[in-house]
């Protein structure tokens, strides 16, 4: 196997251990982005395992003097020679500089919506929290406290009172 592709699996396979998929999944909320974390999930397995067998593998190595002694040595130095002058290219990465400003760009949104997000979910836990203490409390509760919680409201009903309106 060439050094290229050994680098490329062993990249891939270290990738995969420091993937905390589970992590990432607890944060999926919906149930469409459940499958298509699935789908993401098992697609990476796949190509990670198809990096892992095809490239894992050293070549056997080719017996030159077993073919000297069938066909003959000349011939088979001819192609050893052959064999041997053959250069694989190096893989030159020209998708990643592509696509990197546009990944980084991704993950800058990703950031300022995962705090939008919990300072959302922190209002909404206070306002939870509010309202099962309203509720606990309503039964016993008097206009006056609820009043002084909400002094909004007590605006808007001593201005009807007083403009005598009613609500009819």
Do not use: C
């Not at 000349?74 to 030159?92: G, H, N, T």
């Not at 990703?110 to 300072?119: M, N, P, V």
Request: charged share 40%; glycine share 4%.
């Amino acid at each position: 196997m060439s050094g290229a592709g050994k680098k490329v699996a062993d990249v891939a396979f270290k990738a995969s251990k420091s993937i905390n998929w589970d992590g990432m999944a607890k944060m999926i909320v919906s149930e469409e982005a459940r499958r298509e974390f699935a789908t993401l999930r098992r697609a990476f397995d796949e190509v990670n395992t198809t990096l892992q067998t095809k490239f894992s593998q050293e070549p056997e190595p080719i017996d030159w003097e077993y073919y000297r002694k069938g066909i003959g040595s000349r011939l088979v130095d001819m192609y050893k020679e052959a064999y041997e002058s053959v250069e694989i290219p190096k893989y030159v990465d020209k998708v990643t500089p592509e696509y990197k400003p546009k990944f980084d760009s991704l993950l800058v949104e990703l950031k300022e919506a995962e705090q939008k997000s919990l300072k959302e979910s922190e209002r909404l836990e206070k306002e939870i929290a509010e309202v099962r203490e309203l509720k606990e409390k309503l039964s016993t509760m008097t206009a006056d406290e609820y009043f002084a919680k909400h002094p909004e409201l007590k605006k808007k009903f001593d201005d009807e009172i007083r403009n005598d309106y009613w609500g009819y």
